[in-house]
């Protein structure tokens, strides 16, 4: 889904309260109604992929009740244990007909989430929005460190050694997720991971240069984003030894 799609109308999601349904693509979207406005979410928990709208819904928290992750349904951001954003859509009403779109992958990273709009509009404008077969290799060991990713779809494994000696990390990044972010560092040249793409793959493709031009211009929106990418380089480097 790559368009707007009429997913239902207004009147079929119950005041404060969610509704699932199914798209002609086959994707199931959970609908929730929070004061008169709609939120679209993916009907599938980031965590294992159990139904959400089998879950809880109070008016403005969404739980999943398997493991009981929680979040925020005007934003699709973690409460409390739950560790991974909901994957969303805009949502746009017409004549009392609901439409969802997929939402953008840079608006939904955690490095840019919390940054201005109008920033993360300049931003987007300066992306380049790129597709790889499976086993692409995006980057390797060595490689100077111009550009970072976000990942729209497909899956992407991070590898790391020399010669013969390298493995995988062992972990998947999911759509949203930011990687290569060493290109918006200092004294940071080289590649120290192979990126390769385990599946066909769309990504949003950032020059690192041109991204810190668009933060100096905006001082708040980057301190947020450097503040976020440090929990994410801290993160990542205690999980599995960086990117």
């Not at 980031?46 to 979040?71: I, M």
């Not at 779109?101 to 201005?116: G, I, T």
């Amino acid at each position: 889904m790559s368009r707007n799609v009429h997913l239902c109308n207004v009147s079929d999601i119950p005041v404060n309260g969610m509704q699932s349904f199914k798209t002609g693509d086959g994707l199931d979207i959970l609908v929730a109604n929070f004061n008169d406005s709609y939120y679209a979410y993916s009907d599938s928990c980031p965590h294992q992929g159990t139904c959400l709208s089998e879950g809880f819904y109070d008016g403005a928290v969404l739980t999943c009740h398997k493991h009981l992750w929680q979040w925020d349904v005007t934003t699709g951001k973690p409460i409390g244990l739950a560790e991974a954003s909901l994957e969303g859509y805009q949502v746009e009403i017409a004549d009392d007909k609901l439409f969802v779109r997929p939402a953008s992958a840079l608006k939904m990273s955690e490095l840019f989430a919390d940054v201005a709009t109008d920033t993360q509009d300049k931003l987007e404008q300066i992306t380049r929005r790129e597709e790889f077969e499976a086993g692409s290799i995006l980057y390797d060991i060595g490689d100077v460190t111009d550009d970072l990713y976000i990942l729209e779809t497909g899956r992407v494994e991070f590898q790391f050694g020399r010669d013969d000696r390298i493995t995988a990390a062992g972990f998947i990044l999911r759509k949203g997720e930011v990687f290569g972010w060493a290109a918006l560092l200092e004294h940071q040249p080289l590649r120290i991971a192979r990126a390769v793409c385990v599946e066909t793959s769309v990504l949003l493709r950032l020059n690192g240069e041109e991204a810190v031009k668009v933060l100096s211009a905006e001082p708040t929106s980057g301190y947020r984003v450097m503040r976020q990418l440090n929990t994410l380089i801290t993160n990542h480097l205690t999980s599995s030894g960086g990117q």
